[in-house]
């Protein structure tokens, strides 16, 4: 583990704080007219995703946690588990539905995702900005249906409800945001 400076704390870095692991989110420099400086820290848990707020002394040493980040392409589902395939090394490395949260969301196969790994154990995954589904069920669209702006749910090939224009029918290939879960555009 590397030891950082509260001086040296940047929005991204990963921490071993003794909660677990924790990513910097916000960060801010107080330095009053009266006492020592410190830093107000926004954290945010690496394996929950929920939200902490830390306050440490200036000069104070936290430990960085080193993060594997690996290319991989998601190759199947084994029962509860989604099996990738590390772009580099062709080994196959499997992860627990439970672990994946939103991203099961938004995986095909042969879709490419980032997995992040701490000490041989895979603690998150990062998707691509936007993906294409294709969909697997909606109500086409009927003729005169022409209203500007009016959505209707459409159910893609990976089990996800997404809203879509009316002219959006089955059968066809859309982007979908992974940060935001909304459609983009039509591919």
Do not use: C, W
């Not at 400076?5 to 677990?20: A, C, F, P, R």
């Not at 400086?37 to 002394?57: C, D, P, W």
């Not at 749910?153 to 859309?174: D, H, K, R, S, Y």
Request: charged share 25%; aromatic share 6%; hydrophobic share 35%.
């Amino acid at each position: 583990m590397a030891s950082i400076s509260t001086s040296d704390i940047k929005n991204g870095i990963t921490l071993k704080v003794e909660d677990g692991l924790f990513t910097v989110i916000e960060f801010q420099h107080v330095k009053p007219g009266k006492g020592g400086a410190f830093v107000r820290t926004k954290l945010r848990n690496a394996r929950t995703g929920s939200v902490i707020e830390r306050t440490y002394r200036a000069g104070e040493t936290l430990e960085q946690a080193i993060l594997d980040k690996r290319d991989t392409q998601f190759l199947y589902r084994d029962g509860d588990d989604y099996v990738f395939m590390d772009q580099s090394t062709f080994d196959q490395v499997s992860m627990p539905s439970k672990n994946l949260g939103d991203a099961a969301n938004f995986l095909k196969e042969t879709g490419k995702a980032m997995l992040i790994i701490h000490d041989d154990e895979i603690i998150g995954i990062e998707l691509p900005a936007s993906v294409e589904l294709t969909i697997a069920d909606t109500e086409p669209g009927i003729q005169g249906d022409r209203v500007s702006g009016a959505r209707k749910p459409a159910t893609l090939e990976t089990g996800f409800v997404v809203q879509v224009p009316l002219f959006v029918g089955p059968g066809e290939v859309i982007k979908v945001d992974t940060r935001t879960g909304e459609y983009i555009t039509r591919a």
